[in-house]
């Protein structure tokens, strides 16, 4: 296919056949038992995981700790200050645009739920032996809550972005392949041959089945909480109908692409998420909220080296729910990390390594922390006053998304505070899921992608191929199953990862890029420039975000 634009304006459709078709057909090989035998299914993927869970558990507990020690060094060494893209390169987005896309596609939707509802399953099934249902173990909540969101989640997440952005805006390879990356590790023969090819499907079929899971079982909230407005039961109809709202929403954003799309849909989410936020600390229980928050930042703060290392080892049997989450969560987590990696380089061009990770790592952190502590608290207070019976509702009722609806109900102006909820909620899976989409296309784009985006045709493709699958598996019930294999996924992925990690430094080392691909200091090269002659307001003007 020619590079070239069409008349319209639109790049035509290239798509790597040999990459893309591979990986969605083994997806659909792996879901044909999925959706034939569910549960049949599911409980071997469970016994499956939990063969993983009791020999490699605690190799998931410390694949965070090492992400967060690569990130800490690449930020503090001279690799920190190498620029993704030449030196003089500015970057594409101002600051509160790139954290505000980082933020949409590193929490996503996720945090409604894990925000809202996090603490009753924590209080519930406490750790450390605590009695369920005390006052000991509703401590634990909200900050296991904000533990799932802490500086581990972001490092994993981020830490494959040096690599891909490297070899993307430095040393300007066409493609965005995770085999690329490898090159220098496994060299040519094994990049150029089988070896590849199969690092690139294994990596594309781990993100197509995790974000085909992740539209199909962000739906429970958004209907419970449209039930709960409207008054109506939750039926298929009623599923299918939001799934569908969520599919024109990003997909109309994965249309419009980076720049019109998903840059101003992000960004519109951060002030709407901000107005709730606000709504409800001002109108709610104001007060309890900012103290319980108090407690609960302090709280994770003295407990954090207990949740990072906590494995429950002395209980012989079945691990603690933490135990058990946690590696569950990080294994999820790896099976998005080299999907993050795609993102973050694609949208990183003119930022340093520096710049990069450290916004990864915080900016998110701190809207999850915030997000959680409002919405847990509001849910914590529903339940201690007795407005919400959460733990019924969750035990014996609906479940955790019909407890979500309950407390969004028992807020002042119930009505609003639901339909906010709701907006939001979409806003929040959409463009997580556009982000995805938009890292996908780029991913199996023929095109250079260090001078372009992926053609919109390329992109339309997998938003439609992502929403057949959800609506598909959505109707038969198999996304639970999805969901374990995809976390399953996450177990050579992360060994993956490791790789990209090293392969980072060492192009950095060959290239010497910590010399070479670094910027000027400003003050001294204006200097120059003006002892050499040039108008000294002209220099001011062409000031550089740094």
Not at 267 to 275: E, S, V
Not at 283 to 295: A, E, R, Y
Not at 368 to 390: E, F, K, M, R, S
């Amino acid at each position: 296919m020619s590079n070239q634009e069409t008349a319209n304006g639109t790049k035509r459709f290239a798509i790597d056949h040999g990459m893309a078709w591979p990986a969605v057909i083994i997806i659909i090989v792996l879901s044909i038992p999925l959706v034939i035998w569910e549960q049949r299914s599911l409980a071997t993927l469970n016994a499956i995981f939990e063969v993983i869970v009791a020999n490699f558990g605690w190799l998931y507990m410390w694949y965070p700790i090492l992400m967060i020690v690569f990130g800490l060094y690449f930020v503090f060494s001279k690799y920190g200050k190498v620029v993704l893209g030449d030196p003089e390169d500015k970057p594409r987005f101002t600051m509160f645009q790139y954290m505000s896309i980082i933020i949409a596609m590193g929490i996503g939707s996720t945090i409604m739920r894990t925000g809202s509802i996090q603490w009753a399953h924590v209080a519930l099934n406490p750790p450390f032996g605590i009695e369920p249902l005390t006052s000991e173990a509703l401590a634990w909540g909200n900050p296991y809550g904000m533990f799932l969101w802490n500086i581990h989640t972001f490092a994993i997440f981020s830490m494959t972005a040096p690599a891909m952005g490297y070899v993307l805006y430095v040393r300007k390879k066409p493609l965005m392949r995770v085999s690329e990356i490898c090159r220098c590790v496994f060299g040519d023969r094994f990049t150029d041959g089988v070896g590849g090819k199969v690092l690139d499907i294994l990596f594309l079929v781990a993100i197509i089945a995790g974000s085909a899971t992740f539209l199909g079982l962000g739906t429970p909230i958004v209907t419970a909480v449209v039930s709960k407005l409207f008054n109506i039961q939750v039926t298929f109809q009623l599923t299918l109908a939001v799934t569908l709202v969520w599919i024109a929403l990003f997909t109309t954003s994965v249309y419009l692409g980076l720049e019109k799309g998903i840059k101003n849909l992000s960004t519109f989410n951060m002030y709407l998420a901000a107005f709730l936020g606000l709504f409800i600390v001002i109108l709610g229980p104001t007060v309890f909220i900012l103290n319980h928050f108090t407690d609960s930042v302090g709280f994770l703060l003295v407990h954090m080296v207990d949740l990072t290392f906590y494995m429950d080892s002395l209980n012989i049997g079945e691990a603690a729910h933490i135990s058990r989450f946690s590696v569950f969560w990080w294994a999820y987590c790896a099976t998005w990390a080299l999907l993050h990696g795609v993102f973050a380089a694609k949208i990183s061009k003119g930022r340093t390594i520096r710049q990069m990770i450290l916004v990864y790592f915080l900016a998110p952190l701190v809207l999850a922390w915030v997000a959680t502590g409002i919405l847990g608290g509001a849910g914590i207070h529903a339940y201690l006053t007795g407005q919400v019976p959460v733990m019924e509702i969750i035990t014996e009722g609906e479940g955790a998304m019909a407890a979500i609806a309950e407390i969004m109900g028992s807020l002042p102006l119930p009505t609003f505070v639901l339909l906010v909820f709701a907006v939001l909620t979409m806003i929040f899976f959409g463009t997580t899921l556009d982000s995805t989409t938009y890292s996908i296309a780029a991913y199996t784009d023929r095109h250079d992608m260090s001078k372009q985006d992926p053609t919109r045709s390329n992109r339309v493709l997998w938003a439609a191929v992502i929403a057949f699958m959800a609506l598909v598996l959505l109707r038969v019930g198999g996304l639970v199953p999805l969901e374990v294999t995809s976390g399953l996924l996450g177990f050579p992925i992360m060994f993956l990862q490791f790789v990209t990690v090293y392969a980072a430094k060492k192009m950095m080392d060959e290239d010497k890029a910590y010399i070479y691909n670094v910027r000027l200091d400003p003050i001294k090269e204006a200097q120059r420039r003006i002892a050499e002659g040039e108008d000294p307001r002209a220099v001011a003007g062409d000031s550089v975000e740094y």
